[in-house]
């Protein structure tokens, strides 16, 4: 990490919290509330990730159900160095985001119980909770192994022990599965290792190599970005040549790319939530545990970037990414007959043997996809919808929708607002 070799060195503790191995889940010892000082504890998190913010939501639905304690954080990105208040801080505990060898010695410093919750510093000993980066690489896997992919490919980063642990493990369950699986591994900062295009022209030399179709997994949504550029340079169809999918949910991200990217959603808040509590049991003189608490993903939110059936074959391919990127444009069969080079027979043969499905049933499917998105996050009158996803006529939309869907758009709406 371009950080040389430092001895960890503890000072004298400011607190009797001990440091030493204990049994996870136990709960925080509680003194009495009457006269008893708020714990100050120091929060090292980066705001500027989803995934710090989402950790910093869960120590503080933790505060809210335990506390109270007196917070000192501030906005920070993740790759800032040791803040330069830590030193002459007087608190009782902290809950860091350690990213390099210098902030896990400036946290040991402190002589305080700290609990890091990223994860990239295991040689200082910090007690850790992180997220269970085995059950994600292994939910993406089988993700993209249900649509039908035998070829993969994975995207990480050098210098970071989650990225390759999530790199290990992915490769161990396709592998399971009888399949190999390429490997790119891309600096950890484009800003401060190497430029965005010397990154892009890395990927596509490696794509450029990849057979097709091929289910890739990059180690987090940033790379995903990355991943996206180098398939629309090189002509390779998303998710029809390459199926995609990251890690965070972080969805600025996710719906920036084009099309926007499935990803596994990690439990960053249950992480934060966690960390609080240990340090709360730490605070109060309980010992640490022995072994880091891992915290299981939430799920994965699917997007277009693997909404696919693995398709072999180019024509196919060539033809659903023209469906994906103008159906809702108003177009028919016969535009894209002038896009491929075979007849209409021959076209909607395939796409049976391929889809189980006619050309015209694929363009109707992308529609109302579109449809039920809008619906479901934005506020826009049926009518704008209606246009936007290629129905001149709203009635006509509306008998398709209740046909496919069973219920009325408004129907539709108001369900998807209930469970939101």
Not at 345 to 357: A, D, E, K, M
Request: aromatic share 6%; with cysteine; charged share 25%.
């Amino acid at each position: 990490m371009g950080i040389k070799n430092t001895s960890f060195r503890r000072r004298s503790p400011r607190s009797q919290s001990s440091q030493k191995s204990m049994a996870a889940g136990s709960k925080p010892a509680s003194a009495p509330l009457v006269g008893r000082a708020r714990p100050k504890v120091a929060l090292i998190v980066e705001t500027s990730l989803a995934s710090g913010r989402d950790i910093l939501r869960g120590i503080a639905q933790y505060i809210r159900e335990h506390g109270p304690w007196s917070v000192y954080h501030e906005p920070r990105g993740l790759e800032e160095d040791v803040p330069r208040w830590l030193a002459r801080w007087r608190g009782d505990g902290i809950i860091a985001r350690v990213q390099t060898r210098r902030i896990a010695q400036a946290v040991l410093e402190t002589g305080l119980p700290v609990v890091d919750v990223l994860g990239l510093v295991p040689e200082a000993g910090l007690p850790l909770v992180h997220v269970d980066d085995r059950a994600i690489a292994e939910l993406a896997a089988e993700h993209l192994l249900e649509r039908g992919f035998g070829e993969f490919g994975f995207c990480g980063i050098t210098g970071a022990p989650w990225a390759e642990a999530r790199r290990r493990h992915f490769e161990e369950a396709v592998s399971r599965a009888g399949c190999s699986c390429s490997t790119c591994i891309l600096p950890p900062d484009a800003r401060r290792y190497v430029s965005w295009e010397k990154q892009i022209e890395q990927l596509m030399a490696w794509m450029s190599q990849l057979p097709r179709p091929v289910g890739i997994m990059v180690c987090n949504d940033p790379r995903g970005q990355l991943v996206m550029e180098a398939c629309r340079r090189l002509d390779v169809a998303v998710p029809e040549q390459a199926a995609i999918i990251g890690v965070d949910n972080d969805e600025p991200i996710c719906d920036v790319c084009n099309p926007p990217l499935s990803s596994v959603m990690p439990d960053h808040r249950r992480v934060g939530y966690e960390g609080a509590a240990l340090l709360d049991r730490m605070m109060a003189g309980q010992p640490p545990p022995e072994q880091p608490i891992y915290v299981p993903p939430v799920g994965i939110v699917a997007r277009q970037s693997t909404d696919v059936l693995a398709v072999a074959d180019p024509v196919v391919a060539q033809a659903l990414r023209f469906i994906r990127e103008y159906a809702c444009d108003g177009i028919t069969t016969e535009d894209i007959l002038r896009h491929v080079p075979v007849s209409r027979s021959t076209l909607q043969r395939r796409f049976r043997t391929v889809l189980g499905r006619s050309i015209h049933d694929e363009i109707l499917r992308v529609r109302l996809r579109r449809v039920c998105e809008l619906l479901a996050r934005s506020d826009l009158p049926i009518e704008v919808i209606s246009d936007k996803a290629g129905y001149p006529h709203r009635q006509y939309l509306g008998a398709i929708f209740k046909e496919k869907m069973g219920m009325t758009l408004a129907q539709y709406r108001r369900q998807m607002r209930g469970q939101a």
